[in-house]
């Protein structure tokens, strides 16, 4: 996988993507931040050497590399999940391309569905910390140095500064912000009733199909990071309704303007 890394990070670094400072993963319904991009190159993740394609058709699979608040950023418009049929290396390859270019801060952002009954669908969820449920890991298989250790500790695994950046702003454009703990399950099908009340009992806020496997990753290359949610269903067991996938999209697009808001101002800051 290393010489996979380092030939992509090469053909990107070709195709002028030089000096990024600040990745940014893009979930479920939340692509416009890329419309705040002062847009320099944009390529589709099938030129890119050893990409994944993005299969879901809410994911645009694209790279976007420019300028957000006077920082160089570089943006993937659409994200790759397990339940895709990719394994958890080709599903966080993009993360240790973004180390290797130079990224110094990773923003993720997802959808994911609410079993705090105390808050509301819309609401936005900032990690403090996950639950891994998901049966496999990124870092299972032979030790590659240059990643880091495959040991990796994660009794911090989002950034404490980025995190305090993001409460602050969020009080400053009065923006709600929840704090909690996500839990990454495989999908793609939703949650029975059953389940959603294991998940609860088991300490979770949210649960969702992504995010884990790049923050494990992230955090075995030092690459600080921090996750917000946006909740996009009420997962209550006792008072459970079908969703319908359009519904997720539309409440995503509908929070997504706060989410952006949040993710500009942490831009700026940085």
Same mark, same amino acid.
């Given at each position: 996988?290393?010489?996979?890394?380092?030939?992509?990070? =090469?053909?990107?670094?070709?195709?002028?993507?030089?000096?990024?400072?600040?990745?940014?993963?893009?979930?479920?319904?939340?692509?416009?931040?890329?419309?705040?991009?002062? #847009?320099?190159?944009?390529?589709?993740?099938?030129?890119? @050497?050893?990409?994944?394609? +993005?299969?879901?058709?809410?994911?645009?699979?694209?790279?976007?590399?420019?300028?957000?608040?006077?920082?160089?950023?570089? =943006?993937?418009?659409?994200?790759?999940? $397990? $339940?895709?049929?990719?394994?958890?290396?080709?599903?966080?390859?993009?993360?240790?391309?973004?180390?290797?270019?130079?990224?110094?801060?990773?923003?993720?952002?997802? =959808?994911?569905?609410?079993?705090?009954?105390?808050?509301?669908?819309?609401?936005?969820?900032?990690?403090? !910390?996950?639950?891994?449920?998901?049966?496999?890991?990124?870092?299972?298989?032979?030790?590659?140095?240059?990643?880091?250790?495959?040991?990796?500790?994660?009794?911090?695994?989002?950034?404490?500064? %980025?995190?305090?950046?993001?409460?602050?702003?969020?009080?400053?454009?009065?923006?709600?912000?929840?704090?909690?703990? $996500?839990? +990454?399950? +495989?999908?793609?099908?939703?949650?029975?009733?059953?389940?959603?009340?294991?998940?609860?009992?088991?300490?979770? !806020?949210?649960?969702?199909?992504?995010? #884990? @496997?790049?923050?494990?990753?992230?955090?075995?290359?030092?690459?600080?990071?921090? =996750?917000?949610?946006?909740?996009?269903?009420?997962?209550?067991?006792?008072?459970?309704? @079908?969703?319908?996938?359009?519904?997720?999209?539309?409440?995503?697009?509908?929070?997504?303007?706060?989410?952006?808001?949040?993710?500009?101002?942490?831009?700026?800051? %940085?």
């Amino acid at each position: 996988m290393l010489e996979q890394v380092k030939e992509t990070t =090469a053909f990107l670094k070709d195709k002028g993507i030089t000096a990024p400072k600040i990745g940014v993963i893009l979930g479920t319904g939340l692509g416009d931040l890329v419309n705040e991009i002062d #847009v320099e190159i944009s390529i589709d993740y099938k030129e890119i @050497p050893n990409f994944p394609l +993005a299969t879901i058709e809410f994911h645009h699979g694209k790279l976007i590399y420019g300028k957000l608040g006077g920082k160089q950023v570089l =943006a993937m418009q659409g994200r790759f999940h $397990y $339940y895709e049929g990719y394994t958890m290396q080709q599903v966080t390859f993009p993360v240790r391309v973004m180390k290797f270019l130079g990224v110094e801060q990773l923003l993720i952002s997802n =959808a994911a569905g609410g079993m705090n009954l105390d808050w509301q669908k819309g609401e936005l969820m900032l990690l403090t !910390d996950h639950i891994n449920l998901q049966p496999e890991n990124p870092l299972r298989g032979v030790n590659i140095p240059e990643f880091g250790p495959i040991f990796t500790d994660m009794s911090a695994p989002y950034s404490s500064d %980025l995190n305090s950046k993001l409460i602050d702003i969020a009080a400053r454009e009065s923006i709600t912000l929840r704090e909690g703990v $996500y839990v +990454a399950v +495989a999908g793609p099908n939703l949650e029975t009733r059953a389940e959603y009340k294991f998940l609860r009992n088991a300490g979770a !806020d949210v649960v969702g199909m992504s995010t #884990v @496997p790049e923050v494990i990753v992230a955090n075995q290359m030092e690459l600080p990071c921090c =996750a917000v949610s946006v909740i996009t269903d009420e997962c209550d067991p006792d008072n459970l309704h @079908p969703v319908d996938i359009q519904d997720i999209i539309n409440t995503a697009k509908t929070a997504e303007k706060r989410l952006i808001q949040l993710y500009k101002h942490l831009i700026k800051e %940085l």
